[in-house]
């Protein structure tokens, strides 16, 4: 039994190593489309740096656009599951433009952080090219590591807010924290650090990245602690704020109707507080001692 332990161990330690592509879980399956919830809708397509052909939805609201907002998802499915997490902003009056990395839904190429980012540029760059005016972005899990990355190349001229929701504030550290949870995978938590490059940490970024930040955790995210939410927020120029939703998972704030209507408040007008404290304002969390 307990050589059964290490080899599974051994096995989680040969996933980790050199394989990048671990951090993607894409697929090319239709789960939904924006018809399917009565919201109007245009496919896209756009070419990544290297001339990767990707794809993404317009989300139109039938009433007078408020503002633009693009979303960058997570690190599984693709745009088909994870657009139905915005369709309140539509129905709010925000037109959302949500695209697929590649070798996610209907877009080309093989996932790899590198090319994601790169991604993740071209959309910014594709939207901004077609509208005036400043927009908003969202980056949820792995999607605000990859904004986070995109941002710092391309500038923040035009971004009027960074939402960064659930995501990690180093990867190496996140996939410790992974390896720390499991029975077999403790034993070589270690190896995170060695196996994950930091290369696209947003804790390296968040100091000198001068747009609004705000960052959201809920508060049983048991994906990735709140605390790396904390970390990034207390790292980052002003201004930013910090949100911690009581009971909320992974990437789950957005579900709860008090925060939509806090969010969609904050949209309107910003409110960024000097005092730490009092960006907290859907749960509580043990500051940091100086």
């Known amino acids: 039994m307990k050589w059964t332990g290490y080899a599974v161990a051994f096995a989680v330690l040969l996933a980790l ?22 919201i109007s809708y245009r496919e896209a397509h756009f070419d990544s740096k290297d001339g990767t052909r990707l ?22 499915q693709n745009i088909s599951a994870h ?24 877009s ?28 908003t972005v969202i980056g949820q899990s792995l999607g605000g ?26 990867l190496p550290q996140a996939g410790r924290e992974a390896l720390d949870r499991s029975v077999v995978g403790w034993p070589v938590q270690w190896s995170a650090s060695l196996a994950l490059t930091d ?19 809920g508060s049983k995210d048991s994906i990735i602690s709140p605390n790396h939410s904390w970390q990034l927020f207390d790292a980052s120029a002003r201004p930013r704020a910090f949100w911690l939703i ?11 109707p008090r925060v939509r209507q806090r969010f969609l408040s904050f949209l309107r007008r910003p409110l960024f507080d000097k005092d730490a404290s009092a960006m907290l304002i859907f749960d509580t969390i043990k500051q940091k001692s100086e």
């Open 17 to 38: 190593w050199g394989c990048e592509a671990m951090v993607f879980q894409p697929d090319s399956r239709l789960y939904a489309t924006p018809s399917d919830l009565n």
């Open 55 to 76: 794809s993404g939805w317009w989300l139109e609201p039938r009433s007078a656009r408020l503002g633009t907002v693009i979303i960058v998802h997570g690190n599984a």
């Open 83 to 106: 657009f139905t997490g915005f369709d309140w902003l539509v129905r709010a009056g925000y037109e959302v433009f949500i695209f697929d990395y590649r070798g996610y839904g209907a």
């Open 108 to 135: 080309e190429g093989t996932p790899g952080l590198e090319g994601a980012v790169e991604d993740t540029q071209a959309a910014l760059a594709y939207v901004l090219a077609r509208r005036s005016g400043k927009v």
């Open 145 to 170: 590591a990859l904004l986070f990355n995109a941002l710092a190349r391309q500038g923040t001229e035009r971004i009027a807010l960074a939402v960064l929701d659930s995501t990690f504030a180093s």
């Open 199 to 217: 290369r696209y940490d947003p804790i390296g970024i968040a100091p000198s990245l001068a747009v609004p930040k705000l960052y959201l955790a």
């Open 246 to 256: 009581t009971s909320a998972g992974h990437i789950n704030a957005f579900a709860h």
